[in-house]
């Protein structure tokens, strides 16, 4: 489990519940509640990383690694 803290958000990537090999992200508010997830599974953590900071700065326009 990777975590990268953004200003307002981190972005939490955590292996799949239904296939460890694939994984998701979290996107979670600065006191740690859940803002949004990842509606499916990416190949690699790199790939669910990318999505999920893309997600932040559609979202909140932060996203940057602090």
Do not use: K
């Not at 939490?12 to 979670?28: K, Q, S």
Request: glycine share 10%; charged share 25%; with cysteine.
């Amino acid at each position: 489990m990777t975590t990268e803290i953004t200003r307002s958000h981190t972005v939490e990537i955590v292996p799949c519940l239904d296939d460890p090999r694939c994984f998701r992200w979290i996107i979670r508010s600065r006191g740690g509640a859940v803002v949004e997830h990842s509606p499916y599974a990416f190949v690699t953590q790199n790939g669910a990383r990318i999505s999920g900071e893309c997600w932040m700065r559609e979202h909140f326009g932060d996203g940057q690694v602090a």
